[in-house]
Nanobody, 127 residues
Framework: QVQLVESGGGLVQAGGSLRVSCAAS????????VGWFRQAPGKEREFVAAVSRIGSFTAYADSVKGRFTISRDNAKNSVYLQMNSLKTEDTAVYYC????????????????????WGQGTQVTVSS
């Protein structure tokens, strides 16, 4: 089974940028589609972005489209989320998740489609 560890969260001012990382171990991340989700205080966890096995296909929530970019480096067994033009409403715990994928185009958007989750990293955007 693959294990996921997020890092790179922190405190940033509105309008700033931050990159969070998801490091995989145990199995090659190239076998998995990977997604980022977030959960703000008092709210349900929501989809942010997903990337297919080899990075050819991506999907984004409307709220982050044009500001966030998901990417992956399978050689480093890692997936990244570059967050630009951050807003206070982006404040949340960010989780990466992985699911085995037999296809190169799959970009799951539902929590139920993912079988492995990291512990999360806190991102706080101040005004």
């Amino acid at each position: 089974q693959v294990q996921l560890v997020e890092s790179g969260g922190g405190l940033v001012q509105a309008g700033g940028s931050l990159r969070v990382s998801c490091a995989a171990s145990g199995r090659p991340i190239s076998n998995f589609a990977v997604g980022w989700f977030r959960q703000a205080p008092g709210k349900e966890r929501e989809f942010v972005a997903a990337v297919s096995r080899i990075g050819s296909f991506t999907a984004y929530a409307d709220s982050v489209k044009g500001r966030f970019t998901i990417s992956r480096d399978n050689a480093k067994n890692s997936v990244y989320l570059q967050m630009n033009s951050l807003k206070t409403e982006d404040t949340a715990v960010y989780y990466c998740a992985a699911t085995p994928s037999d296809t190169i185009y799959r970009t799951p958007k539902k929590e139920s489609e993912y079988s492995v989750w990291g512990q999360g990293t806190q991102v706080t955007v101040s005004s």
